[in-house]
């Protein structure tokens, strides 16, 4: 396992615009006794060697409770990294799948890392600039190596960028009077991390409301997304996380997060001792840019602007904070009012990150 999780940072050493994930994250991600994803999901990790030395990795995982509320007998590919070679991917690829072919599974998609809630993707526009906090940045060989093994595109995942040059603030404040015109009684409150707790809930029951009829979703369990959310409230900023109520009742909500990947670039292999932590502190001041993460609005708000006003309060804070840039990510290709807003509000089309699928 030390071998799968250290693969990355020799793979990657020479690429400039990769981001080195902190390895104590990557080792509790992957620890099955520690994440509550792998409660409801089998997975196998697989490393490849070439002349004695760590070439190549995958993970085959089949979550049980997604494919139950899919109805399907799909699993997943994911933590795939390989050197340039055709005879090495062919081998990792075919490993992963029989694995899931052995265990009753009769489609594989991919990369998923391991679950919808976590990396997903790999990244096929976008390599001149680095990937912001949560999101990959891989080889731009693995869209021919994927493709070469039998794998075709499945959905694209898009990265929308807005920047202090860039919004179009005119458009924003016109579209708050309308929403407020619309929905008098509507208030966007910042989350209480006093009640951390709570929030969760109401944030968590929104996000299961919102993305039901999405591609790729699953309910997110209470213990999951329980998990998630303690990772995140080491780095969330009160200003740019909000909830959008109507009288007493959440209808949405925002998270906008900052970028630690401008600090983490700073840390050699992702490893916080002995020196890594000094330089994370020190260049964590130093973030200009964010990264709104999740967002949602309950059905029967959709299509009200709710996700506009959402977007302006971040913007509107960011800015106040000296944030000049936020990455929308991500939004599926076939999300298109998410899109709309997103371009309305200035956004233009950043990255481009594919999910790949092959029937087994």
Request: contains cysteine; glycine residues 6%; aromatic residues 12%.
């Amino acid at each position: 396992m030390k071998a799968f999780l250290n693969l990355p940072y020799s793979l990657y050493q020479n690429d400039s615009n990769w981001v080195p994930p902190l390895y104590i994250q990557q080792r509790d991600l992957l620890d099955r006794k520690k994440n509550p994803y792998f409660k409801e999901a089998d997975a196998e990790f697989f490393l490849a060697k070439q002349n004695g030395k760590p070439a190549g990795r995958i993970a085959a995982v089949i979550n049980h409770s997604w494919n139950k509320y899919q109805n399907e007998q799909t699993g997943f590919f994911g933590f795939f990294e390989c050197e340039e070679s055709p005879e090495l991917s062919k081998m990792l690829i075919n490993v992963a799948c029989e694995w899931l072919k052995d265990r009753g599974m009769n489609k594989v998609i991919g990369p998923v890392n391991p679950g919808m809630m976590y990396e997903i993707g790999a990244l096929v526009e976008g390599h001149d600039k680095p990937n912001f906090i949560m999101m990959p940045w891989t080889k731009p060989y693995y869209d021919d190596m994927l493709k070469s093994n039998g794998f075709d595109k499945e959905m694209d995942l898009l990265a929308y960028m807005v920047t202090k040059d860039t919004v179009a603030m005119d458009r924003i404040e016109k579209a708050e009077k309308i929403v407020r015109y619309r929905i008098p009684d509507i208030k966007i409150r910042p989350v209480n991390m006093k009640k951390f707790d709570e929030e969760i809930i109401i944030i968590r029951d929104i996000f299961n409301k919102a993305w039901a009829t999405n591609w790729g979703f699953s309910p997110v369990g209470k213990e999951e997304f329980e998990h998630i959310a303690k990772d995140l409230k080491q780095i969330i900023d009160i200003d740019l996380a909000h909830i959008a109520m109507v009288g007493d009742k959440p209808i949405g909500f925002t998270v906008a997060l900052p970028d630690m990947n401008v600090a983490l670039k700073k840390v050699k292999r992702g490893r916080l001792f002995p020196f890594g932590l000094i330089k994370l502190l020190w260049y964590k001041r130093k973030i200009t840019q964010i990264r709104t993460a999740l967002m949602g609005v309950i059905p029967e708000y959709r299509g009200k602007g709710v996700d506009a006003l959402l977007h302006r309060e971040t913007i509107v804070r960011g800015l106040a904070k000296g944030y000049i840039a936020s990455e929308l990510s991500w939004l599926l290709e076939t999300n298109t009012e998410m899109i709309r807003v997103a371009e309305k509000i200035g956004g233009y089309k950043d990255k481009v990150y594919r999910i790949y699928g092959k029937s087994l």
